[in-house]
């Protein structure tokens, strides 16, 4: 989406301050409304800013983790609540069946490390700790892969983007591209099942 794009995302961020980018991350992480949210981007954004000055790197990292980690219990516990019903769930402006069935197949295909991988992937990030907890995947295994998932995206993200800012001369020339890369890495992994699917059909 354009509004989270470059210039416009650093001005976001610059906007809300770290306690909006934890609460954007929690939201992506664990509510049905945040998997339009741009978590890879804004990490690694909020991380090159953190190298200008801008925000604690320190407290980026470690917030946003606590964040993502509670966010992912969040969806689990819901899941967990409403049970595989909610797959007769219908439609509506914040709920589309079509992304739960998505992170459901990532799941079968992945089984538990699904938890850390779909920390990279855009919507099934969001989907994929509700339809562990529908699931009834037992929680100690569940947090454990969330908080391996939730450190590596996370710091793993923020870090890239403050290392970059810190050793790249006038990188904030090259954000936007950095940017664009990082967004078009995050939907291959859809784009290559979505290709796979249509050729089994």
């Known amino acids: 989406m354009e509004i989270f794009s470059g210039e416009n995302l650093i001005n976001i961020i610059k906007a809300v301050g770290l306690i909006g980018v934890v609460a954007i991350i929690f939201a992506e992480s664990g509510l049905l409304i945040g998997f339009f949210l741009p978590g890879d981007s804004l990490l690694f954004t909020a991380g090159f800013l953190a190298s200008q000055g801008y925000l604690d790197i320190a407290a980026l990292t470690i917030l946003t983790f606590i964040a993502a980690v509670l966010g992912d219990s ?82 793993g993200v923020s870090l890239a983007g403050y290392f970059l800012g810190s050793v790249i001369p006038d990188v904030d020339k090259y954000l936007l591209p950095i940017i664009i890369l990082i967004i078009v890495l995050s939907i291959l992994p859809t784009i290559f099942e979505l290709i796979k699917s249509r050729r089994k059909k």
């Open 74 to 155: 969040t969806g689990y516990a819901f899941g967990k609540k409403v049970g595989p019903k909610i797959f007769n769930k219908e439609d509506s402006l914040i709920f589309k069946k079509a992304y739960l069935i998505k992170a459901q197949e990532f799941y079968n295909k992945h089984g538990v490390k699904t938890i850390v991988l779909a920390r990279f992937v855009p919507i099934v990030r969001t989907f994929a700790p509700i339809v562990a907890g529908a699931g009834d995947m037992h929680y100690k295994t569940f947090i454990t892969y969330n908080v391996i998932g939730g450190f590596f995206w996370t710091v």
